[in-house]
Each structure stands twice: as structure tokens, then as C-alpha cells.
């Protein structure tokens, strides 16, 4: 089975630019897998950020983006603030009703 | 606007089935879009269970297709998830949630998530 794959954690400090990425254990993402990237903090329900590769989610403000990068999709945050410290997934459309996220990204604002 | 609420047992038992609702307010299920459930073990990722069209067409992760059976009830506007011969592994907070149905391009994959209900498998 395809397994997504996302660094486990990532650190940046406040105001600098991080970029957090989503693979396939076999094969490369294009944005026909719809690539959404999705924010979570401790006891909440996810929040979308960034859906089909790179529109952002109504309200998300702009120093977050997404593109592809080489073979993988890419979340962009530029300008980190100490709110964004929180737990980042990708999830990838494999067709056929099928979707599959990935691991998670803690983010850690320092 | 639209909401989802999760409903179901706490606790259920090794071996038993788990069965959870989610009751769709603010939009009718039968106007389109999948609906769907995604779980989260305390401390883990998220992983998509399934999905379910108006119509009853099914979607299952390939891991837990054995295992999973999704209905729906457009009378209600709820639909619901049944996970049987369940272990300790199956121990996490369960969300429902609109899912992108058809050509998902320029659409959100889970627009609307419920607020999530935990479920603790243990005798």
C-alpha cells in the first residue's frame, strides 16, 4: 500500500521561512492528487490550509502556500509566527474514492 | 451553516463492533458531496477510514475494508460507521466529515469536520 510520507518535525524560528513536504513512498505527487494541507492544534479538529496543490482556504492568511517541489508537494510558511507552532498533514487523492494522508509534521516555533 | 455532530459509545469492548453516527445539520446529504469518517489514536496521525455517497456508493482504506461498513440514512441526514472485531488499536478520537466527491479539483478534500468523539476499546 502507498505509504505519504512528511518529516516528523521541523523547527523554525519566529519570523523565518519553513517548507514542510509530502512524498510518495513509490512514485512522485503531482497536483492530480490534489495535494490539501491541513493545520491542527492539540484537541481540535483539523483545519484546511491549502487545498489542489496551492489555493489557500478561505481565511488562512498568505504567508502560508503550497506548491510542488520536485516529486513532492510542498507547504511554505513564510514569516513562522509563534501560532503556527502546531501539527501539519498532507492527505493525496489516489483515486477511486481514496484518500491518504500522511504522518504528520510537528512544527516547533523556537 | 453546516455542522456535524458525532455520536456513539465511549468504551466498547475487544471483539465487539464500534458503531458511530453523525448527524449533518444546515445541509441536505442528499445534495451531493461524500461524507466520511477519519480517526486519530491519542498521540498518532490521522487516518481516513472511508467515504460514503448520497446514493450508498462506499469508499474504503484498503487497510480496514474487512473490517468497515459506512452507511447512510437521508431521512436523518446521518450516516454512520461500523468498525467490527475491534482491539485496542482501534482506540481514537473518530471524526465524520464532508468529503470532496467527483473531480476534486479546486475543491477541499474535508471541508467540514465534526468536533471528533473519542473511543476507548478496552474490557
Known amino acids: 500500500q502507498t505509504v505519504v510520507t512528511q518529516e516528523p518535525s521541523f523547527s523554525v524560528s519566529p519570523g523565518g521561512t519553513v517548507t514542510l513536504t509530502c512524498g510518495l513512498s513509490?512514485?512522485?505527487?503531482?497536483?492530480?492528487?490534489?495535494p490539501n494541507w491541513f493545520q491542527q492544534t492539540p484537541g481540535q479538529a483539523p483545519r484546511t490550509l491549502i487545498y489542489?496543490?496551492?489555493t489557500r482556504s478561505s481565511g488562512v492568511p498568505d504567508r502560508f502556500s503550497g506548491s510542488i517541489l520536485g516529486n513532492k508537494a510542498a507547504l511554505t510558511i513564510t514569516g513562522a509566527q509563534a501560532d503556527d507552532e502546531s501539527d501539519y498533514y498532507c492527505?493525496?487523492?489516489?483515486?477511486?474514492?481514496?484518500?491518504?494522508f500522511g504522518g504528520g509534521t510537528k512544527l516547533t516555533v523556537l | 451553516q453546516v455542522q456535524l455532530q458525532e455520536s456513539g459509545p465511549g468504551l466498547v469492548k475487544p471483539s465487539e463492533t464500534l458503531s458511530l453516527t453523525c448527524a449533518v445539520s444546515?445541509?441536505?446529504?442528499?445534495?451531493?458531496?461524500?461524507w466520511g469518517w477519519i480517526r486519530q489514536p491519542p498521540g498518532k496521525g490521522l487516518e481516513w477510514i472511508g467515504s460514503?455517497?448520497?446514493?450508498?456508493?462506499?469508499y474504503y482504506n484498503p487497510s480496514l475494508k474487512s473490517r468497515v461498513t459506512i452507511s447512510v440514512d437521508t431521512s436523518k441526514n446521518q450516516f454512520s460507521l461500523k468498525l467490527s472485531s475491534v482491539t485496542a488499536a482501534d482506540t481514537a478520537v473518530y471524526y465524520c466529515?464532508?468529503?470532496?466527491?467527483?473531480?476534486?479539483?479546486?475543491?477541499?478534500?474535508?471541508?467540514?469536520w465534526g468536533q471528533g468523539t473519542m473511543v476507548t476499546v478496552s474490557s
Open positions: 460514503i455517497y448520497y446514493s450508498g456508493s462506499t
Open positions: 513509490s512514485g512522485s505527487v503531482s497536483s492530480s492528487y490534489y
Open positions: 492527505v493525496l487523492y489516489m483515486g477511486s474514492g481514496i484518500w491518504v
Open positions: 466529515a464532508r468529503v470532496c466527491g467527483g473531480d476534486c479539483y479546486l475543491k477541499e478534500a474535508f471541508d467540514i
Open positions: 489542489s496543490t496551492n
Open positions: 444546515g445541509y441536505s446529504i442528499s445534495s451531493g458531496h461524500n
